[in-house]
């Protein structure tokens, strides 16, 4: 069973940066690569960015490039999600996400779900 453990939401100022972190306590099997989503209040889910474990491979939402920027530090089983130039339409639960392949887990096809971050962005 792997549990991931997100950190580093809060209350940021529009125009400001946030880093999510999210742990996770081991390697399933079929777990190849990780991955955010985010949830804002009354919308559906939607996907953020995904990445391989290795950190070579990285996919974002089309909608979503240029802001966003996501690692991975494999030795700390650590994924990281860097958002600059933040907007009050990005506030949201963010959710880490495992799976199989970048490419799954951007249909949202997910093996384990985090708990979520909260980013709230003041105007």
């Known amino acids: 069973q792997v549990q991931l453990v997100e950190s580093g939401g809060g209350l940021v100022q529009a125009g400001g940066s946030v880093r999510l972190s999210c742990v996770a306590s081991?390697?399933?099997?079929?777990?190849?690569?990780m991955g955010w989503f985010r949830q804002a209040p009354g919308k559906e889910r939607e996907f953020v960015a995904a990445v391989t474990l290795s950190g070579l491979s990285s996919k974002y939402a089309d909608s979503l490039k240029g802001r966003f920027t996501v690692s991975m530090d494999h030795t700390k089983n650590t994924m990281y999600l860097q958002v600059s130039n933040l907007r009050p339409e990005d506030t949201a639960i963010y959710y880490c996400a495992a799976g199989p392949t970048i490419w799954l887990i951007a249909t949202g096809s997910v093996d384990y779900w985090g708990q979520g971050t909260q980013v709230t962005v003041s105007s």
């Open positions: 081991a390697r399933a099997f079929s777990t190849m690569a």
